[in-house]
């Protein structure tokens, strides 16, 4: 081989090589803008969506909040403003106004008294699952506080489409008892909504997410409404997180007083 074709052969190797690095950072480039536009893309796999989700969940230590609560029940409803307080992966705590009514949630059980009905529950997720329909657990109540799927996007296959500029998320085998669809917001990949569906049972989950709020470069939802329903009851919670400040020091203080009478969920 001459030195002309030598010469020729690399300068091919290096166009081919700067057209790859063109082409490599190009598509960079191109899913940056895609993840930081705020349109949802066709062009994102669901192994994308999932890891930007994943990504943008909230970091801190502790998080304290007020929460406007509405219940709605049938033609019946009822509201407050209560005191929240989080230790992420430790304690969820909820006070009502003058301490009349708290709630304290650990990975280990759910507690709960009630000033005014003189009554308690110490046990375990069974009251908080028999309301949503679905069986909960720690992680999965902390996850719907902020905003995160409530499965492990990881665990399964999923597939991906865009709906209304929210990236559809859904496993890729549905489970015939019970069906999972996660809305994803393309400007910060928290959910936009959660569905479940129990069709043998006849329930269903519902959480939509309707708006968010900035804390400290961390995004948090601001409106929430749950929807659960159980055969024909239906039950709506919808929330307003206000004054959310984190990692400053909290106290959970919760005993439960004397006297008063155990609820017994069956």
Not at 68 to 77: E, P, V, Y
Not at 217 to 239: G, L, T, Y
Not at 242 to 259: A, E, H, M
């Amino acid at each position: 081989m001459n030195i002309l074709h030598i010469y020729l052969n690399i300068r091919s190797l290096r166009v081919l090589m700067a057209l790859g690095m063109l082409v490599f950072i190009t598509s960079c480039k191109s899913a940056k803008s895609v993840i930081a536009s705020g349109e949802a893309s066709n062009r994102l796999s669901a192994k994308q969506v999932i890891k930007e989700h994943q990504k943008n969940d909230a970091d801190f230590k502790t998080m304290q909040a007020r929460v406007k609560i509405d219940l709605i029940q049938g033609d019946k409803s009822q509201g407050a403003t209560f005191n929240l307080r989080v230790e992420k992966d430790e304690v969820i705590w909820l006070s009502a106004p003058l301490g009349l009514a708290r709630l304290m949630i650990t990975p280990e059980k759910v507690r709960f008294y009630n000033k005014q009905g003189n009554e308690y529950f110490d046990g375990d997720y069974k009251l908080l699952s028999d309301f949503a329909g679905v069986d909960l657990d720690f992680n999965k109540v902390q996850n719907i506080l902020l905003g995160q799927a409530i499965y492990d996007l990881k665990a399964q296959p999923h597939k991906v489409s865009v709906n209304d500029n929210s990236y559809a998320l859904q496993p890729k085998d549905q489970n015939a008892l019970l069906e999972l669809f996660y809305l994803i917001n393309p400007a910060h990949f928290k959910m936009d909504s959660l569905q479940l569906y129990q069709q043998l049972e006849r329930r269903h989950l519902q959480v939509d997410y309707e708006s968010y709020q900035e804390v400290d470069k961390q995004v948090f939802p601001k409106d929430v409404k749950v929807i659960a329903v159980n055969d024909r009851d239906e039950v709506s919670v919808i929330m307003d997180f206000k004054s959310i400040t984190l990692n400053q020091d909290v106290r959970f203080p919760f005993k439960i007083p004397k006297g008063y009478k155990e609820m017994v969920i069956k």
